[in-house]
């Protein structure tokens, strides 16, 4: 008569000897030596991220540069005007800015989504086109030259003051790399800065004998705009977000070393 098996003692060498399990299920390591898990979700939507990052510098360098060729040719060359040239260039505008402010789903913005960034952001894109059409629906012909003035100028004031509050907070929001930075910030200095000074040489001319030919000084500082613009647009695109490499999967050694 055949005895029952008994449980192998302790130390007995059955104990140890290795079971093969079904083929397709998970080999359990031993008591305190938990196999470590893989991540696959957060890892796609860390990708998914980078992506989203990129493109956005991507699509916005783009069209900072489209906006600052568009503005070349036609100041250049008149023959390439064209109806609604205004509407166009600073639609090209708007859109850029639009995207470095909020980024690809919410991923790449240049203000770290900051709000006082985006609404600087936001109210430079926006002024623009609003200025466009507020000529286009009330041609200045038909306002008083002193109010076309002053409308124009608070314009252009309102939008150099949002810039400068966006392009110090991409200065600080560290969501730019730091060799380029302070670059929109510098870039903004030195346009608004030929423009500033050479209002206040017309007008300090305007007031003597002597009124020189300020034409190459103007289309000097017309070019300065959208040859920054351009620079810009090209440091957006060279220093887009990469992601970083994936890393090697993990290998599990088993059974695991005591």
């Not at 005007?81 to 913005?109: E, K, N, Q, T, Y």
């Not at 124009?152 to 949002?162: E, F, H, I, Q, R």
């Amino acid at each position: 008569m055949t005895q029952p098996s008994q449980p192998p003692a302790a130390g007995d060498a059955s104990s140890s000897a290795a079971v093969p399990a079904p083929a397709g299920d998970h080999v359990s390591a031993a008591p305190g030596h938990a196999a470590p898990e893989v991540p696959t979700t957060s890892s796609s939507v860390a990708g998914s991220d980078a992506f989203d990052a990129r493109l956005t510098w991507l699509l916005g360098g783009s069209l900072l540069i489209a906006h600052a060729v568009l503005g070349l040719m036609l100041s250049g060359n008149p023959l390439f005007a064209f109806p609604g040239a205004g509407l166009v260039i600073d639609g090209v505008w708007a859109a850029g800015l639009l995207v470095f402010a909020f980024g690809i789903r919410g991923r790449g913005s240049v203000v770290g989504r900051r709000p006082l960034g985006i609404a600087g952001l936001a109210i430079a894109a926006v002024v623009p086109l609003l200025t466009d059409l507020l000529w286009w629906v009330v041609p200045a012909e038909a306002w008083n030259s002193t109010t076309a003035f002053m409308a124009g100028n608070g314009m252009t004031v309102l939008s150099l003051c949002a810039l400068i509050v966006a392009t110090v907070v991409i200065g600080r929001a560290g969501a730019v790399p730091h060799r380029v930075r302070w670059v929109p910030l510098i870039v903004l200095a030195v346009v608004a800065g030929a423009q500033i000074v050479l209002s206040i040489a017309s007008v300090a001319y305007a007031q003597t004998r002597v009124v020189p030919d300020l034409t190459g000084a103007y289309y000097f500082a017309a070019t300065l705009r959208p040859l920054g613009v351009l620079l810009l647009g090209i440091l957006a695109i060279v220093s887009a977000p990469r992601p970083a490499p994936r890393p090697a999967p993990p290998t599990q050694v088993y059974p695991p070393a005591s």
